[in-house]
């Protein structure tokens, strides 16, 4: 699977996020969930100061590596947050390796996953992210980019 390095300013992000881990595929379950409150749910329409019309799925607080729980974070990134009622957090700046896919939202984007957590990235662990461009009324044909802190 190819990817780029990249480097990235830090971003601004309002959403909902929760505790999940991978463990007997629990992410699966949780983040589908969160994924569906953020959007058919309408927090993601509610966001005030959005930068654009793109959904964010944020991976932070890692308790060690992919196999130890973490928090996954639907959210939007805001030019500044007005939104007293959701969560706001940071995307950290630095360099990161980035994997563009074309294709299916979910089946595709956990393809792309299964093959990062084989791959011999130098992982910081740290702030990782999908960033789902929303280029389509297809759920089949959609640009993801994740996003992977490295060292």
């Not at 309002?14 to 949780?30: A, F, L, P, W, Y």
């Amino acid at each position: 699977m190819d990817y780029k390095i990249v480097n990235l300013n830090e971003k601004i992000v309002v959403g909902k996020s929760i505790i999940t881990t991978n463990e007997n595929s629990q992410c699966i379950k949780d983040i589908g969930s969160m994924w569906q409150e953020f959007i058919g749910g309408g927090i993601f329409n509610s966001i005030e100061n959005k930068i654009n019309g793109m959904g964010i799925g944020l991976y932070t607080d890692y308790e060690g590596d992919a196999t130890k729980p973490y928090r996954f974070m639907c959210c939007t990134e805001v030019n500044e947050n007005n939104n007293p009622d959701l969560e706001c957090r940071t995307i950290c700046d630095g360099k990161y390796a980035k994997f563009t896919i074309k294709g299916h939202m979910i089946n595709d984007v956990g393809r792309a996953w299964n093959e990062i957590w084989s791959m011999d990235l130098d992982r910081r662990f740290h702030c990782d992210f999908e960033v789902y461009h929303n280029d389509s009324e297809d759920i089949s044909n959609q640009t993801i980019d994740i996003y992977i802190s490295i060292n």
